[in-house]
């Protein structure tokens, strides 16, 4: 088992004072920080390797290509995908969903089918399937989302997930509500009508292991920044029978096997869609990056932030006037809150004051919030290197600015 207390150290940005207060940054929904070795990578390979992939001959080229090559096998291992070329590189969690309503979509959706998503959605995987459901003329619908509670009305799905669905995208983990979906059981009964799956792990590939074949899901998306890798770069994970059979989304170079002046041909997956120069240097660091989290233990992580988000919920409770959202049992590591008279930004402001690095808002969950009746919460999300320790400087510092407002 992993050190925590000296896991803190492998990350520098942590050791600043912000405000004159050591820094509690509770932001990792947004953005992870990184450790050395990470930023260590990608020194590393711009001082020595730097060179385009998949073009050169030379040395430098061929050393950039074996690192980015070697990238996408250790994402493959990461998720235990049958081989490499199911791994496409992309800018994160977005593009990766974009290229599969672009590609996947554009294909295969028509006028009368469904593409069934749930309420809890980040704008990332609704917007993409509102876009193509208005090029195709399906249609979209929603599995509920229980209320305060957080978690998907599954009594409903039964009655939802009918055989006019041809695509069934759900998040694993919520970035507002901390519910942890049940995947597994969600592809299973996805698949028993025909429905192709889309997992959102933006905030789970970090947390917890993360098994595609156990899934059973047909694709998954995720971005290196919020599992403390680099920003820019993140992955498609999907099935190598159905990336076969998809058109490219974008057209360019690498991506051919012949050009003529009015057709061209393909190169298979993952090349397809990987058109121009790809961001080899960022996805070049995703080996220390999965290295890293296996190094800590990923069954360890889950365990750790898990803690987190559940010991946050409890010492949160205790605070006059709370609105706690998400489950009371099970949740991911962080936790959303609302004051009925104070403003999200607010809290996030004064508790800056505090040092602490919080985020406030809809967090692109605006369906979401304006059913639950709210325009926004406060929230804490924490990462492997926060402690307990942290979770008390959050609470003192809610309990000063509620007082401040006057209303406890
Ligand atoms: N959520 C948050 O603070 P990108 O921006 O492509 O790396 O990730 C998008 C995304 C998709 N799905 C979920 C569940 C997410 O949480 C996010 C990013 C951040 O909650 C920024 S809004």
Redesign the pocket.
């Known amino acids: 088992m992993p050190s925590w207390s000296t896991v803190r150290n492998d990350f520098p940005a942590l050791h600043q004072k912000v405000n004159g207060k050591p820094l509690v940054y509770l932001d990792n929904?947004?953005t992870t920080h990184k450790p050395q070795v990470v930023i260590d990578a990608l020194s590393h390979f711009y001082e020595r390797d730097n060179s385009n992939v998949h073009r050169g001959l030379h040395a430098l080229s061929m050393r950039a290509t074996t690192a980015y090559e070697g990238a996408r096998s250790r994402v493959a291992r990461f998720i235990n995908a049958a081989a490499p070329e199911e791994i496409i590189f992309t800018?994160?969690?977005?593009?990766s969903i974009n290229l599969v309503a672009a590609s996947w979509g554009g294909a295969n959706l028509k006028a009368g089918d469904v593409i069934l998503l749930t309420e809890m959605e980040?704008h990332?995987?609704l917007v993409p399937w509102q876009l193509i459901a208005k090029r195709t003329g399906a249609k979209l619908r929603y599995l509920p989302v229980t209320g305060d509670e957080g978690l998907l009305d599954l009594a409903q799905l039964d009655r939802l997930l009918t055989p006019e669905v041809k695509l069934f995208a759900f998040?694993q983990?919520?970035?507002t509500l901390g519910t942890i979906n049940p995947v597994a059981e969600l592809c299973a009964k996805a698949r028993a009508v025909g429905a192709v799956t889309v997992v959102?792990a933006?905030?789970s590939i970090g947390h917890m292991p993360v098994d595609v074949q156990a899934l059973g899901c047909d694709f998954l998306a995720f971005?290196a920044?919020?599992m403390g890798g680099v920003t820019g770069i993140?992955a498609l994970y999907g099935r190598r029978a159905l990336l076969d059979a998809m058109p490219p989304w974008q057209g360019g170079g690498g991506m051919i096997t012949n050009v003529d002046f009015f057709e061209s041909r393909w190169k298979p997956s993952p090349e397809r869609f990987e058109a121009g120069t790809p961001n080899f240097a960022d996805a070049a660091t995703l080996t220390a990056t999965c290295d890293y989290l296996d190094g800590l233990g990923r069954g360890e992580i889950e365990r750790h932030d898990k803690a987190l988000g559940q010991l946050a919920y409890e010492k949160l409770r205790e605070i006059p006037g709370i609105r706690l959202l998400g489950p009371k049992g099970e949740r991911g590591g962080l936790v959303s809150f609302a004051f009925p008279d104070v403003h999200a930004h607010d809290i996030v402001t004064f508790a800056d004051d505090d040092g602490i690095a919080l985020?406030g808002g809809h967090?692109?969950n605006q369906p979401l919030m304006r059913k639950l009746g709210l325009t926004g919460t406060t929230r804490a999300s924490f990462y492997v290197y926060n402690t307990p320790e942290e979770i008390d400087v959050l609470v003192a510092s809610l309990r000063r600015i509620r007082k401040f407002f006057g209303s406890a």
Do not use: I, M, P, Y
Request: with cysteine; proline share 0%.
């Open positions: 929904g947004a800018r994160g969690t977005t593009e980040h990332s995987n998040t983990l919520s970035n959102d933006a905030q971005s920044h919020k993140g985020r967090h692109c």
